[in-house]
RNA sequence: GGCUCGGUGGCAGAGUGGUUAUGUAGGGGCCUGCAAAGCCUUGCACAGCGGUUCGAUUCCGCUCCGAGCCUCCA
C-alpha cells in the first residue's frame, strides 16, 4: 500500500506525510501580491497547490486550503500612486483578476482567502507578544524583530548566519541591533495608508500576515505550508522566528507548520523571467491564445520541483499530448467508464504519491491510451474509467471530447455552408473528381475546418 | 564566500545497480483516391575522470558546466 511521500524542505527530505490530525488535514500557501496581473510562475504555485489539495482530498475525508491575498506592501502603494487610485481600489481589482485567472486553468478557489488588511489587528496583537517576550524592539516609529533571540533561525533554509554575506544584495537599515533583524511594523507618513498602533499610525512588514493569518485561519500547528522556492528565505525563515517566538516554542520550529512544501521557478525562453528582461508571461495575456486546460498540462509536465522553462515549443507539445488523451476519450465515448473498482493503477499512484509526480502520471496515462486499440469492451471501460478519474486529480481531462476537438464548431463559416461544401466535395468524390474534392477541401481547411472521412461519413472540425 | 538543486536521446521529461520510461519530432510500413485521425515498426541517451561492484546512467569522490537563494522576487 502507497503512501504519499512529500519534499519536506524543512528536513530537506522526503517524508511521509502524516497528519497532525487526519480528519482534518490543513495547508496554508502564500499567495499574490495583488497589484499586477498574475504571471505563469504565479500560475505554477497555484496549479501545484491546487494539485497538491486534490491529491489530499482523496486520501483524507477533510482538507482545509487556506491561500491569503496580500493587499498592503510598498509596491501596491507605489502602483497606486503610480495609477492615482486608492490602495484599495487596487488591490481588489487584481485580486478578482488573480481569481478569474486561476479558475481559467482549473485552480479551485481555497477554502479560505484570507487578506492582509482584514488582520491587522492580529498583526498588531502578534507583534506586542513578541515586544513583550522580547523577541521584538521599537525604534524610531519601526518595531523590528531581532533574529539573535531566535536561535533555530535558518533551520529552514539550512543556513549558518556566520557564512552569510550579509547585505549582499540589500542594503542594512543603520539602526537595526542586528543586520539580520526585520520588519514587523514600520511607520506610514502622511499620505501613506496605515492604521493606528501602539508604535504610531503604521503598516505591518511582509512577513508578518502570514503568520497571523496562518494561526488564526488554520490553527497551530498544522500541516503543511507552501510556496514558491525564493520564499523559503527569507519570508518562510522569518515566519517561522515570528510564530514560534510568540508562542514560545524557540526550540521547535515544527510547532508553527510540520511540512514546508516549495514549488521550482519558470523560467522564459531559458531566461529567467523579469521585469527588467521584459519577458514576463502573464496568464491573462496567455489564456487568449491557448486554452487554460493546455497551460495547467504544461506546468505540470515537469516535476514540480524542477526548473521549468516556458516556451512556445513545450505549450504545443502539451496541447498535443492532451489533444491525443482526449481523442481517446472520444474514441471511448460509447464505452462506459468501469464504475465497480474505485483504486486507480499502482503505477499512477505511485506517481502521485511519490511526492507528486506528475510527469509520470502524465506517461501512465500515455501508455493506457496506448492500450487501447488491442483492448477489449472491459478494459475499454477501465482504461476510461482511468483517464478521468487521474484527470480530476490533475485538473484535466473533464471537459466534453468532441467538444475539445472542436467537432462541430466553427469560428470562420456557418455550418450550413460547411454541411454544403462537404456534400459538395462527397458528390465530387463520388464521380470521381478528386481534383474538385481536394479544391473544397483545401478552401475548407484555409478557414480552419478540418475534415475527416470515415466509415460513418465525413465528419469536420475546427482546428 | 555560504546554502540548495541540476547536467539523460533533435526537443520535452521520468526513472533505475543488470531488463522498452513516456510524449514529441525524424525513418519505414499499414489504412486512405488524397488527406486527417489511427495502427504497426525503427534510429537516437544517460557531462568528464577515477573508485566501489561480477556489473553503474543509477552509489561514492573529484573535475567541468549550469541554475536559484544569501533580507520583502512565485
Known amino acids: 500500500m502507497s503512501k504519499l511521500k512529500i519534499q519536506n524542505t524543512l528536513e530537506n527530505t522526503k517524508e511521509e506525510f502524516i497528519p497532525v490530525d487526519p480528519s482534518n488535514v490543513r495547508i496554508y500557501a502564500c499567495g499574490p501580491t495583488v497589484y499586477d496581473y498574475a504571471h505563469i510562475g504565479n500560475a505554477r504555485m497555484a496549479v501545484v497547490n491546487d494539485l497538491l489539495v486534490r491529491l489530499l482530498r482523496t486520501l483524507f475525508p477533510k482538507v482545509t486550503y487556506v491561500s491569503n491575498i496580500t493587499d498592503i506592501d510598498d509596491k501596491i502603494i507605489e502602483a497606486a500612486q503610480t495609477a492615482d487610485i486608492p490602495f484599495q481600489e487596487l488591490t481588489l481589482k487584481f485580486e478578482a483578476i488573480y481569481n478569474e485567472d486561476m479558475a481559467a486553468l482549473g485552480v479551485h478557489r481555497p477554502d479560505v482567502q484570507p487578506r492582509a488588511t482584514d488582520h491587522i489587528a492580529e498583526m498588531i496583537a502578534l507583534t506586542k507578544t513578541l515586544v513583550k517576550l522580547g523577541h521584538a524592539y521599537e525604534i524610531k516609529g519601526h518595531v523590528l524583530f531581532h533574529v539573535p533571540s531566535f536561535e533555530k533561525y535558518g533551520c529552514l533554509s539550512g543556513r549558518n548566519r556566520d557564512e552569510q554575506i550579509v547585505g549582499s544584495r540589500v542594503e ?136 521549468l522553462n516556458w516556451t512556445k515549443g513545450i505549450i504545443k507539445q502539451n496541447s498535443t ?36 509526480n506528475t510527469p509520470k502520471v502524465i506517461a501512465e ?96 472540425r475546427s482546428n
Not at 511594523?185 to 505591518?204: A, E, I, M, T, V
Open 172 to 307: 542594512v537599515a543603520p539602526f537595526k541591533k542586528d543586520p539580520a533583524d526585520f520588519i514587523l511594523w514600520k511607520p506610514s507618513p502622511d499620505p501613506l495608508p496605515g492604521w493606528d498602533s501602539p508604535w504610531g499610525f503604521g503598516r505591518p512588514g511582509w512577513h508578518l500576515e502570514c503568520s497571523a493569518m496562518s494561526e488564526k485561519t488554520l490553527g497551530l500547528p498544522f500541516d503543511i505550508h507552501s510556496g514558491g522556492m525564493d520564499l523559503t528565505f527569507p519570508h518562510h525563515e522569518n515566519e517561522i522566528a515570528q510564530t514560534c517566538s510568540a508562542h514560545k516554542k524557540i526550540n521547535n520550529p515544527k510547532y508553527f507548520a510540520k511540512y514546508w512544501f516549495h514549488n521550482g521557478f519558470v523560467n522564459v525562453e531559458g531566461e529567467k523571467m523579469s521585469k527588467s528582461i521584459g519577458n514576463i508571461r502573464l496568464v491573462h495575456e496567455m489564456i487568449k491564445e491557448y486554452k487554460g486546460e493546455v497551460l495547467r498540462m504544461t506546468l505540470l509536465s515537469a516535476h514540480y520541483r524542477q526548473p
Open 321 to 356: 499530448m492532451l489533444d491525443r488523451l482526449y481523442r481517446t476519450l472520444k474514441d471511448l465515448e460509447h464505452i462506459d467508464a468501469y464504475t465497480n473498482n474505485h483504486a486507480l493503477p499502482q503505477n499512477i499512484l505511485e506517481g502521485f504519491y511519490d511526492d507528486l
Open 365 to 460: 496515462l500515455n501508455i493506457l491510451t496506448n492500450k487501447v486499440s488491442k483492448a477489449d469492451e472491459e478494459e475499454k471501460s477501465l482504461i476510461k474509467y482511468c483517464l478521468l478519474e487521474t484527470g480530476k486529480i490533475l485538473g484535466i481531462l473533464q471537459q466534453a471530447p468532441r467538444e475539445w476537438l472542436g467537432y462541430g464548431q466553427s469560428k470562420n463559416l456557418d455550418e450550413v455552408t460547411i454541411e454544403n461544401l462537404i456534400k459538395e466535395r462527397n458528390e465530387a468524390r463520388r464521380k470521381k473528381n478528386f481534383e474538385m474534392a481536394d479544391s473544397i477541401r483545401k478552401k475548407l481547411k484555409e478557414s480552419g475546418i478540418e475534415i475527416e472521412d470515415t466509415s460513418n461519413g465525413t465528419t469536420w
